[in-house]
């Protein structure tokens, strides 16, 4: 008898979680979960752009408006528009303009950064256009094609630095280091495109790397060092250009003081292959293979020199060097420290490369 009210039970069990799940899907068809939040200048205040993926129509790209001097209170005016409940939960990105990254960013980080409703995985980028112009490129396109998936996929790639909300409150609120997150513009054929890497003093936008200087920078932090590293091949008389596919390596820094001299040492052994080059450069010869060896160790050396050097001119510590001087250092204090000491450092960069034999097969 037991066994048969078991029996009797399964239909109606089965029957509930359907049901269960029906609701489900009825609940995200009408809502609307932000994906992409950007802000523009307004008059005194500031332009919202939020896009979202609507499934009542296959999923394609929308986006609402709302413009206020306070930027909590335009989720509000956007919801003055939509017949669903706004949600930012599903948050995937944050953008500025670059207006607004130029005049601080200090009001978004407290007000979205630190609501602990949005994943600290979520992106924040500048955008060199309007947030607007980007989002009207992207309306009514598949949902592969929201910004965040580009973003997302070079980082694991690791073709560019990583960057999140993590990273961007920790250094920000972090001692003697800077912010640095993506950097996008909408090329000639309106498409969206990585062009850089932003670099912030405090809240604000101070300097954006080109794509070369990028991927220095990307070395320097020593998180992704796999990538492809593009360099010039000389012999004689021949010049051309080349690109070293890195496939590992390792970094090590350390700081040394002597005679009142702080000296920052970056280390690196990279290991890989080259894997574009001239048809009049044979890698088949052990003496052309240890020359591209040493040639882009002093052309990548030369560049990492560069690139920290300009660090220090504009002021910007994107590296941490000074939290890493406070570690060693008794009695550092920030302020101290980048109006005196930062513009004394020297730097010291050690490359060693590593071709594999697949690199320098014919």
Known sequence: MSRFIVLLWIPVIVLVLVLAGCANAVVVDHIRSLTVLGFDKHNSGYKASALYADYADKGRIKVLRGDSNRTRTMIKEMAFQSAQPIRIEKLK???FSKEVAAEGVKTFIKTFCRDPIISFYAILAVVDDSVASLSESLLGKD???????????????????????????????GLGRDISVPYLKLNANKEIEIAGY????????????????????????GRALRGEIPFVIRKDSKQSPA????????????????????????????EGMVTEYPDWFSLGEEDNTKSLADQLEKQLQTHLLDLLHKFVKEGVDPLGIGDLTRSRQRGWTEAKFYAAEYDHIQFDVHIHIRLTKAGIAE
């Open 93 to 95: 990105m944050l953008a």
């Open 198 to 221: 932003g670099i912030f003093k405090d809240d604000r936008l101070k300097l954006v790397l080109n794509h070369e200087e990028m991927v220095h920078y990307k070395l320097l932090q």
């Open 243 to 270: 690109v070293f596919n890195t496939t590992s390596g390792k970094m090590k820094r350390k700081i040394s003081t002597s005679d009142n001299k702080t000296t920052f040492t970056y280390s690196f052994v990279l």
């Open 143 to 173: 949902s592969q094609e929201f910004p965040y998936h580009l973003l997302e996929q070079n980082m694991k790639q690791e073709m560019i630095p990583h960057s999140t909300v993590a990273t961007v409150l920790f250094d920000y609120y």
